[in-house]
């Protein structure tokens, strides 16, 4: 099993920032593909961004394409999503998610944190 605990949500004005941590522990952090996804209410987990074990590789959705950056500290045990230019579409419930393989980085992922709420107002 991996545990994951986001934290660094919270409410910023539009055009703020904010870095989103995810701290993992349990099985090894390593050889995984990690990946951040968001919810809004009534809406489907919506992919946001990922990155392979050596973080050599990124992807991004289209909408924070330029504005978010995925990283992540293996030592340390620790994903992060830098998150810049916010606007109120950003608003979600942020969702930190680990993959058994670092094949690649499309769903289905195994292992979710709880959530952090990300509020952008106008």
């Known amino acids: 099993q991996v545990q994951l605990v986001e934290s660094g949500g919270g409410l910023v004005q539009a055009g703020g920032s904010l870095r989103l941590s995810c701290a993992a522990s349990?099985?090894?952090?390593?050889?995984?593909?990690m990946g951040w996804f968001r919810q809004t209410p009534g809406k489907e987990r919506e992919f946001v961004a990922a990155?392979?074990?050596?973080?050599?590789?990124?992807t991004y959705v289209q909408s924070v394409q330029g504005r978010f950056t995925i990283a992540r500290d293996n030592a340390g045990n620790t994903l992060y999503l830098q998150m810049r230019s916010l606007k109120p579409e950003d608003t979600a419930v942020y969702f930190c998610?680990?993959?058994?393989?670092?094949?690649?980085?499309?769903?289905?992922?195994?292992?979710w944190g709880q959530g952090t709420q990300v509020t952008v107002s106008s």
């Open positions: 998610a680990a993959k058994q393989s670092d094949t690649d980085y499309s769903p289905p992922y195994d292992y």
């Open positions: 990155i392979n074990w050596r973080g050599s590789s990124t």
């Open positions: 349990g099985r090894t952090f390593t050889n995984r593909y």
